[in-house]
């Protein structure tokens, strides 16, 4: 059964550094491309990051140069490494699994990021 | 990098069809045959509802349908249900390893 499981979140000071994890069973998670997406509060769902399964990254302007997508073969682990946070970052965090046809077919539940002094 | 453009709001009652148009650009919608719309509970995971415009993935009812013309993306859904009550995200690959999603669409059902 496919299931993503995403961790890390919490209440953190502007300028601060955040992990973001994604456990993914069921398929490994160097075979699909991954994806983080977010929706901020009273907002609609935004994408964030890729990582294609060559290894290939791509970001939004938004958090281009600030957050780092990446992924463990090993955990069979997606992360989100986030610096420099701004109060703007401020949203649930979802992770998903990304299909040919440039869609995304599993989600994980979310988790929350706060930035706030 | 801007946001699909989606009515707010849309509504029906039991039974009746609603449909939600999402409105991009010649560099996304217009340009790829890459928009899927989700449906979202929140505090739930997004659910895939349709991929590649026209596609349902197994499970979905055959209520759900897409359709794609120029730069705007339409979903609808036929015989609507009470659990059909939920807000539904457009998003279209955009090039260059980027997606973009659209405002998003609460839907009611009377």
């Known amino acids: 059964e496919v299931q993503l499981v995403e961790s890390g979140g919490g209440l953190i000071q502007p300028g601060d550094s955040l992990r973001l994890s994604c456990a993914v069973s069921?398929?490994?998670?160097?075979?699909?491309?991954m994806t983080w997406v977010r929706q901020a509060p009273g907002k609609g769902l935004g994408w964030v990051s890729l990582?294609?399964?060559?290894?290939?990254?791509y970001y939004a302007d938004s958090v281009k140069g600030r957050f780092t997508i990446s992924r463990d073969y090993s955990k069979n682990t997606l992360y989100l490494q986030m610096n420099s946070l701004r109060a703007e970052d401020t949203a649930i965090y979802y992770c998903?699994?990304?299909?040919?046809?440039?869609?995304?077919?599993?989600w994980g539940q979310g988790t929350l990021v706060t930035v706030s002094s | 990098q801007s946001a699909l453009t989606q009515p707010p709001s849309a509504s029906g009652s039991p039974g009746q069809s609603v449909t939600i148009s999402c409105t991009g650009t010649?560099?996304?919608?217009?340009?790829?045959?890459?928009v899927s719309w989700y449906q979202h509970h929140p505090g739930k995971a997004p659910k895939l509802m349709i991929y590649?415009?026209?596609k349902r993935p197994s499970g979905v009812p055959d209520r759900f349908s897409g359709s794609k013309s120029g730069n705007t993306a339409s979903l609808t859904v036929s015989g609507l249900q009470a659990e059909d009550e939920a807000d539904y995200y457009c998003?279209?690959?955009?090039?260059?390893?980027?997606?973009?999603f659209g405002t998003g669409t609460k839907v009611t059902v009377l």
């Open positions: 998903a699994r990304g299909r040919t046809g440039n869609y995304y077919d599993y």
């Open positions: 069921g398929f490994p998670v160097n075979n699909y491309f």
């Open positions: 990582i294609y399964t060559s290894g290939n990254t």
């Open positions: 010649s560099s996304d919608v217009g340009n790829y045959n890459y």
């Open positions: 590649e415009v026209t």
């Open positions: 998003s279209s690959f955009a090039g260059s390893g980027s997606f973009v």
